[in-house]
Every structure is written in C-alpha cells, then in structure tokens.
Nanobody, 120 residues
C-alpha cells in the first residue's frame, strides 16, 4: 500500500503560479513512477506529468509543456508540480498517482486530490 497526500492547490488569477506537492508514504520502496492527473468538472481525467522514481525522467502532456515542471525529492518521498503561466483551462482537481510493482505485479494508488482554480 502507498498513501498519497496532495497539497498546494488554491485560487489564482490567470498568469499566476502555484506549486503542488504529493507526499508518499507506506511502501515507497516499490514506487516506479509518480504521476499527476487532473480532472475538470464534466471532463475525463487527463494525464499531466510523470516522473520516473528511479532515473528522474519526466514526461508532460502537450497542454502543459513549457509551463509546468515536475520534480521529486526522493529522500522525502515527495513529488512537486510547479505550475506557471496558469490559464483558466487549467482549473481542475489535481490528483497524484503512484505506480508500484510488487513481485512484478503493478498496482496503482491515488491521492484525494487538490483543487486548482484559475480565474480570468
């Protein structure tokens, strides 16, 4: 089991910045990657960014490239998402997701999410 707690959400105006955190606990030694997803009202959950826990490689959705930066502090088992040049369309609940493997079997865990609201 891995527990994930997101924080850092809030309300800002367009063009502003926010920094989200995702703190992992539990079976953190089994983490293979941590990901950010977001879900806006009435829309499908969409991928935002992924960071490989072992080598630090990061992937982004095209919609956030150049504006969002994902990073990790492995010693603190925490992933961050620095969000700049925010747009109203970035408004969503941002969720942290952990992919772990136990005896080569993959499992996923989700946090509760943190609300991000961007006003025009």
């Amino acid at each position: 089991q891995v527990q994930l707690v997101e924080s850092g959400g809030g309300s800002v105006q367009a063009g502003g910045s926010l920094r989200l955190s995702c703190a992992a606990s539990g079976r953190t030694s089994s983490i293979r990657s941590l990901r950010w997803f977001r879900q806006a009202p009435g829309k499908e959950r969409e991928f935002v960014a992924r960071i490989s826990w072992r080598d630090g490689n990061v992937d982004y959705a095209d919609s956030v490239k150049g504006r969002f930066t994902a990073s990790a502090d492995n010693a603190k088992n925490t992933m961050y998402l620095e969000m700049n040049s925010l747009k109203p369309e970035d408004t969503a609940v941002y969720l942290c997701n952990a992919l772990i493997t136990v005896v080569a079997t993959p499992f996923e865990f989700w946090g509760q999410g943190t609300q991000v609201t961007i006003s025009a």
